[in-house]
């Protein structure tokens, strides 16, 4: 009779419990063929990516198999034809996650994973994605099946961003792989330079390694506002770059301007607002949401005219940092809440 019971609560469990596949069907072929072997390196402490609540219904969102071999039989699905390169994926985190409330529920998909090209001398960074996205059961009634769509797409971009990513200069060794971050950050001089070299920075590697372009110097207005890089006959307007140094101060282009880059313990960073990172979002009264205390942006927009000062007088807004694996903002938590 204890036996019978025992299976009765058993199957009742197992029909209340669903799962959903992380379904890697998405093409994710490199257009160059350039890679020749692949490996995936999973460091992740906890291998289950999580559950969430279907209606009554316990949702467990998992890979068919499990996340290195799939990603790894994915990759070669879509690239028969091989190059010359050995690209590494790290997983350092996936996790989803449910926040439930009185009368609705935020799914919550954590997503940290890099890639690299190994070579002779090492392992050369190329790119990642580090973000978090979120999605209220109020807009979206399957979250599980939302978040194993979009843990999907963010593997997905960040194959193709890095195909088309030159690999870092800097190299380091296989051993230094679970703690790159703090090993890379060491290694990049604009976080240790007393004094910055002016010019212009064409995009955040230089900036982050230090290395301005060549033969560029900057043009201001007469209200002492930079406006241009000028080499020779060659003149850029100063929004085509992603910073760069005047007086031996240093900025970045925002959609509404530029605003200085400031630098602490933790490593760089702008203060800014919502409205000044995302002046459409915030006229039209979009919120960031999902964005916040993940990776975003660029430089968006056309730079206008702003007041440069010697020194900051005033706090704009709260600190963002600069992600130098990226060079996109690290928003803080409440970001979309600033004006």
Same mark, same amino acid.
């Given at each position: ?109 954590? =997503? !940290?994973?890099?890639?690299? $090209?190994? *070579?002779? %001398? ?6 990642? /994605? @580090? ?52 090993? =890379? !950050?060491?290694?990049?001089? $604009?976080? *240790?330079? %007393? ?6 920075? /064409? @995009? ?71 409205? @000044? ?63």
């Amino acid at each position: 009779m204890k036996k019978t019971l025992f299976f009765l609560l058993f199957s009742v469990v197992l029909l209340g419990q669903k799962i959903e596949t992380i379904d890697l069907s998405k093409s994710i072929k490199d257009g160059k063929n350039s890679i020749k072997s692949f490996t995936v390196i999973d460091q992740r402490a906890e291998q289950e990516v999580g559950m969430v609540m279907s209606h009554q219904d316990e949702v467990k969102i998992r890979f068919e198999n499990e996340a290195g071999k799939d990603i790894k039989d994915w990759f070669y699905k879509y690239n028969t034809v091989r190059g010359n390169n050995d690209m590494v994926l790290l997983l350092e985190k996936l996790n989803i996650s449910e926040d439930k409330k009185e009368k609705y529920s935020i799914g919550r998909l954590e =997503l !940290k994973a890099s890639t690299f $090209i190994k *070579k002779e %001398d090492g392992y050369h960074f190329m790119d990642r /994605k @580090d973000t978090i996205v979120t999605v209220s059961s109020r807009t979206t009634p399957y979250i599980g099946q939302n978040l194993a769509r979009k843990t999907t797409l963010i593997l997905t971009d960040l194959f193709k961003e890095s195909y088309k990513a030159t690999p870092w200069e800097i190299s380091i060794a296989e051993i230094d792989l679970p703690n790159y971050t703090a090993v =890379l !950050k060491e290694k990049l001089s $604009i976080l *240790k330079a %007393d004094e910055l070299k002016d010019g212009v920075y /064409k @995009d955040y590697y230089s900036f982050f390694t230090h290395n301005p372009e060549p033969g560029f110097i900057l043009q201001t207005n007469d209200k002492g506002i930079v406006t241009k890089a000028v080499k020779g006959e060659e003149k850029k307007a100063i929004r085509n770059f992603y910073a760069f140094v005047h007086n031996g101060m240093a900025f970045k282009n925002i959609p509404v301007g530029y605003t200085e880059i400031f630098k602490n313990e933790n490593g760089v960073f702008i203060e800014v607002t919502k409205s @000044d990172l995302f002046p459409e979002a915030s006229a039209s009264g979009v919120t960031i949401g999902a964005a916040a205390g993940g990776l975003v942006g660029g430089i968006i927009g056309a730079v206008i005219d702003v007041s440069l000062s010697n020194k900051k007088k005033s706090t704009l807004g709260p600190k963002v940092y600069l992600d130098p694996f990226t060079g996109n903002y690290i928003l803080p938590e409440d970001f979309d809440k600033t004006k």
